[in-house]
């Protein structure tokens, strides 16, 4: 795996981290919203993650005793299918006939979680490409 392989693995993640973490913003922002052009409650958006073949050279497949290293890449988002959260508050605008309000079936203590454990590895994926470029800056001091 040259020092390319690092870049492009460490992008791919920081891609997937920055779109949970934009997806967990809108969610948290839309925790309330009990109507939307299309109809009803929000509905929580959802990070469909894929995994995408990287090869590595021929000295690091030997060490790792593998062919390829799985790298991440966002392929699409979804709607959730949970059921809404039923509220009874009969002087909301949006209750029904028996006063019951239809909220976006969002917990706000898993987003937040979601959020931390996405910042997390963001940072964790810099860190691989400070890393990689160091290395390449290193090189060029070496080979100049």
């Known amino acids: 795996m040259g020092l390319m392989a690092a870049f492009n693995l460490s992008a791919g993640g920081l891609a997937v ?3 949970r973490i934009d997806v967990t913003a809108e969610n ?3 925790i309330n919203s009990t109507r939307t052009p299309d109809g009803g409650p929000y509905r929580k958006k959802e990070v469909i993650v894929s995994s995408v073949p990287t090869s590595f050279d021929a000295s690091l497949q030997t060490f790792l005793k593998k062919d390829d290293v799985q790298a991440a890449e966002v392929t699409g988002y979804q709607r959730s299918d949970e059921a809404p959260r039923i509220v009874h508050d009969p002087s909301h605008p949006d209750a029904d006939a028996n006063g019951n309000v239809a909220y976006p079936s969002i917990n706000s ?3 937040m979680i979601d959020m931390m454990t ?4 963001y940072e ?3 860190t691989v490409y400070n890393a990689a470029k160091s290395m390449v800056m290193r090189t060029l001091e070496i080979g100049g």
């Open 17 to 19: 981290q920055k779109a």
């Open 28 to 30: 948290l922002a839309n």
């Open 109 to 111: 203590i898993e987003e």
């Open 118 to 121: 996405a910042s997390k590895a």
């Open 124 to 126: 964790a994926n810099i």
